[in-house]
């Protein structure tokens, strides 16, 4: 069955940086557009960052500060995480839907979903 792990979740003080991973297990990676979401406590799922075979899309609140990247070897999607904010706190959600020509942001747009990892950033 599909599988996606998150890891490199962890407690980063502003300004300073972490990179998540996401390995994908049960799927034909190259087919699917990539996403990863957030979720922090009492607020909904947001669209962070995804990534399909033709584009990538931010949220405006990590423009400049974030990216997205795949390596297929790995079966892998990493986001890179910059200049953290306290704001960035959350559980950070890896996602996977089947086009890889579509690039939705919005969480039932997609099909497969890892466990979580925590993101906290300290003022």
């Known amino acids: 069955q599909v599988q996606l792990v998150e890891s490199g979740g962890g407690l980063v003080q502003a300004g300073g940086s972490l990179r998540l991973s996401c390995a994908a297990s049960g799927l034909t990676f190259s087919s699917y557009t990539m996403g990863w979401f957030r979720q922090a406590p009492g607020k909904e799922r947001e669209f962070v960052i995804g990534i399909s075979v033709r584009s990538t899309s931010y949220a405006d609140s990590v423009k400049g500060r974030f990216t997205i990247s795949r390596d297929s070897a790995k079966n892998t999607v990493y986001l890179q995480m910059n200049s953290l904010k306290p704001e960035d706190t959350a559980v950070y959600y890896c996602?996977?839907?089947?086009?890889?020509?579509?690039?939705?942001?919005?969480?039932?747009?997609?099909?497969?979903w890892g466990q979580g990892t925590q993101v906290t950033v300290s003022s």
């Open positions: 996602a996977a839907h089947i086009d890889n020509r579509r690039l939705g942001v919005k969480a039932y747009e997609y099909d497969y």
